[in-house]
């Protein structure tokens, strides 16, 4: 089974900067995708961006241009690098994976999550 790693939250003001990583670890046969999601008390979780297996990346439109995501596959490690960063950044930000055990279908795992505050 994959299991994740999360760092790199923290309080910031706005303006301010943080990146977060992922590190998959465990049995991983194909990877699809990996990315991150966030959830603000009393909202919806939301995807914020992902990148897939071929390299292809996606993001929120609310983050474009203000958020990287990449990967190092030699450590199977996802970064987001959020830059410009605004108060209604503020969340819980969870990392996933995708990943196929050939030939069952596949699944994601996900992290526990980790705490990204941005206040003056």
């Known amino acids: 089974q994959v299991q994740l790693v999360e760092s790199g939250g923290g309080l910031v003001q706005p303006g301010g900067s943080l990146r977060l990583s992922c590190a998959a670890s465990?049995?991983?046969?194909?990877?699809?995708?990996m990315g991150w999601y966030r959830q603000a008390p009393g909202r919806q979780r939301e995807s914020v961006a992902e990148?897939?297996?071929?390299?292809?990346?996606d993001y929120a439109d609310s983050v474009k241009g203000r958020f990287t995501i990449s990967r190092d596959n030699a450590k199977n490690t996802v970064y987001l690098q959020m830059n410009s960063l605004k108060a209604e950044d503020t969340a819980v930000y969870y990392c996933?994976?995708?990943?196929?055990?050939?030939?069952?279908?596949?699944?994601?795992?996900w992290g526990r999550g980790t705490q990204v505050t941005v206040s003056s």
């Open positions: 996933f994976v995708d990943v196929q055990y050939r030939p069952r279908p596949a699944f994601r795992t």
């Open positions: 465990g049995s991983i046969s194909s990877l699809i995708a």
């Open positions: 990148i897939t297996g071929g390299d292809y990346t």
